[in-house]
């Protein structure tokens, strides 16, 4: 077996960009911020963190800001460097290659910091720690964030076919017990598409991020839920979503990455349950999320669930890893 | 914009391998080579190079190997040796974790390799050149190879839409000119499943490996080809796919990744080229194409294919990376 890593590397070229480019919800959602409020833009200076290929840079620029400064690490800034000269716009924007925060930038002051920071369950792998610092160290006061506003969901859902497929597939591997394998994947959660006819509950609210006043020690919680079924059925795992908006902007832009609204490259994130709840309409399971990067690596993310059915005595705790 | 390696990383851990072994027509072909021949196996020695979870070991075992070792330099073997014992196999099978070029075995000489070595485009990021040097460290005089054949083809495809999609999408992104990664994406060969009524010629067998007397230096190679259209119409891509042969069983167990058989999770491999070319029904495309490591990183494959169309002087000359 090799490791076919192909698309690993692939996307380290150009196609992580392609999906992100074509996820035209991400990326609409930002055109539209920023295209459509040109008045907030003209003759600003901007930062943008995290520019892969530049794209909303020259958004920025379109939207008439007076200079724009675009920081990414990734080699994939050589191509937004031409990208940028070939669309006329190597006067405006200003491409520095490095980390934000070992860097020095041709600016020192931002009237707009733009990112799109976010990552699987919001916080994955995110950028947001940089955009923080950068917010504390470059933005102008009353200065403005797109987005400012991050609103993490969860919800239960009844998924017996999928669980199937993934989870309980290691009982039996062409007739051997591959069972520590099931382990392993019912702890790691699942990034996929889930359809809004398998929610069983409504959603919760678990994370409120304002990302004008949020700390970086805010990013590691712990939030109670109660999420209230809408009809009878099993719940064989819970679903974390998130919203973002951009209230900046004359009239707020927003967008959901919930399983009731368009796809985008972010999915929603599945927690898989080691047993099946039975739960009748109006039947409350509740418990507490806790988020936290993992000590050892912070960039693997922790997650803890604790969940009471509406017949437990005892709540069922599940630590997962997104790593 | 984070760099969502997220799956990348998850098939390091276990994704991988549910792939594999989801994969039917793959792991089929093994057990029925394997299981269906157990006068083959009855009381020898198998060694498994790259045994990833450990399936292929573990039907050598249910085969009547009297001892089987496998090795993997991957952390999947820790659950390998896990799942080894759940399903009683821990006398007859013995995993070693290390690179076979450097490792101890504990048996000199094997009855019996067996090995799923093969990468995308077969050759891209394979494991062959370790088989074939257990192969001639290993494996006793007469003793057999599973698999021991492996055959690459080519054909040309009509792909108006999806080159559109892939190729042509970096013209105009969102009004911008991002044609500088639409030189790479066109550099990169794709990796996707295509329809077999896609297909415009007749394949063209480009390279035979013979595993039992293949040498690593066979593998770099110049192949001619002639591609003969079966009907009127455009060229936009060449395809790549591969069969693989198991002719030391009593009854040759066979599988073919082409866009005519069923699909495996290596796909077929498209090599989009610059121009569109128009064929009648009997026009011959001929060409070559060259394959060989990538000096810098043996890892990669330089691919070059010239090809001149039936009404070209000149012949065309695209290289491709697989990295």
């Given at each position: 077996?090799?490791?076919?890593?192909?698309?690993?590397?692939?996307?380290?070229?150009?196609?992580?960009?392609?999906?992100?480019?074509?996820?035209?919800?991400?990326?609409?959602?930002?055109?539209?911020?920023?295209?459509?409020?040109?008045?907030?833009?003209?003759?600003?200076?901007?930062?943008?963190?995290?520019?892969?290929?530049?794209?909303?840079?020259?958004?920025?620029?379109?939207?008439?800001?007076?200079?724009?400064?675009?920081?990414?690490?990734?080699?994939?800034?050589?191509?937004?460097?031409?990208?940028?000269?070939?669309?006329?716009?190597?006067?405006?924007?200003?491409?520095?290659?490095?980390?934000?925060?070992?860097?020095?930038?041709?600016?020192?002051?931002?009237?707009?910091?733009?990112?799109?920071?976010?990552?699987?369950?919001?916080?994955?792998?995110?950028?947001?720690?940089?955009?923080?610092?950068?917010?504390?160290?470059?933005?102008?006061?009353?200065?403005?964030?797109?987005?400012?506003?991050?609103?993490?969901?969860?919800?239960?859902?009844?998924?017996?076919?999928?669980?199937?497929?993934?989870?309980?597939?290691?009982?039996?591997?062409?007739?051997?017990?591959?069972?520590?394998?099931?382990?392993?994947?019912?702890?790691?959660?699942?990034?996929?598409?889930?359809?809004?006819?398998?929610?069983?509950?409504?959603?919760?609210?678990?994370?409120?991020?304002?990302?004008?006043?949020?700390?970086?020690?805010?990013?590691?919680f712990i939030a109670?839920?109660?999420?209230?079924?809408?009809?009878?059925?099993?719940?064989?795992?819970?679903?974390?979503?998130?919203?973002?908006?951009?209230?900046?902007?004359?009239?707020?832009?927003?967008?959901?990455?919930?399983?009731?609204?368009?796809?985008?490259?972010?999915?929603?994130?599945?927690?898989?349950?080691?047993?099946?709840?039975?739960?009748?309409?109006?039947?409350?399971?509740?418990?507490e999320l806790s988020c936290a990067?993992?000590?050892?690596?912070?960039?693997?993310?922790?997650i803890t669930?604790?969940?009471?059915?509406?017949?437990?005595?005892?709540?069922?705790?599940?630590?997962?890893?997104?790593?």
């Amino acid at each position: 077996m090799t490791s076919r890593d192909y698309y690993a590397d692939s996307y380290a070229h150009f196609g992580i960009h392609e999906e992100m480019l074509k996820d035209t919800v991400r990326t609409g959602a930002y055109r539209n911020a920023i295209l459509n409020n040109p008045n907030l833009f003209k003759g600003k200076t901007v930062l943008d963190v995290g520019c892969g290929t530049g794209i909303l840079s020259m958004f920025a620029a379109k939207a008439g800001a007076k200079h724009v400064v675009g920081i990414d690490m990734s080699n994939i800034i050589d191509q937004a460097q031409k990208i940028i000269k070939a669309n006329g716009f190597a006067d405006v924007i200003t491409l520095v290659k490095g980390k934000l925060e070992e860097v020095e930038l041709p600016i020192k002051e931002f009237d707009i910091i733009v990112s799109e920071w976010m990552g699987y369950f919001l916080l994955y792998e995110s950028m947001l720690d940089t955009v923080l610092v950068a917010r504390d160290k470059y933005l102008k006061p009353g200065g403005l964030l797109f987005p400012d506003e991050a609103t993490l969901y969860l919800a239960a859902i009844e998924d017996m076919e999928y669980k199937e497929e993934k989870i309980n597939f290691w009982d039996n591997v062409y007739g051997f017990d591959y069972s520590c394998i099931k382990d392993l994947a019912l702890r790691e959660p699942l990034v996929d598409t889930v359809e809004l006819k398998a929610v069983v509950t409504d959603p919760c609210l678990i994370k409120h991020v304002n990302i004008n006043t949020v700390k970086k020690e805010d990013l590691t919680f712990i939030a109670p839920f109660t999420l209230k079924a809408t009809r009878d059925d099993y719940v064989h795992a819970f679903l974390a979503w998130f919203d973002i908006s951009f209230n900046g902007c004359r009239v707020p832009v927003r967008f959901s990455t919930g399983p009731h609204a368009k796809y985008t490259h972010w999915k929603q994130t599945v927690f898989y349950t080691p047993d099946t709840l039975a739960v009748a309409s109006s039947d409350e399971v509740s418990g507490e999320l806790s988020c936290a990067p993992n000590a050892r690596n912070p960039r693997d993310l922790d997650i803890t669930i604790s969940y009471k059915g509406p017949t437990d005595v005892q709540p069922m705790t599940v630590q997962y890893k997104m790593s």
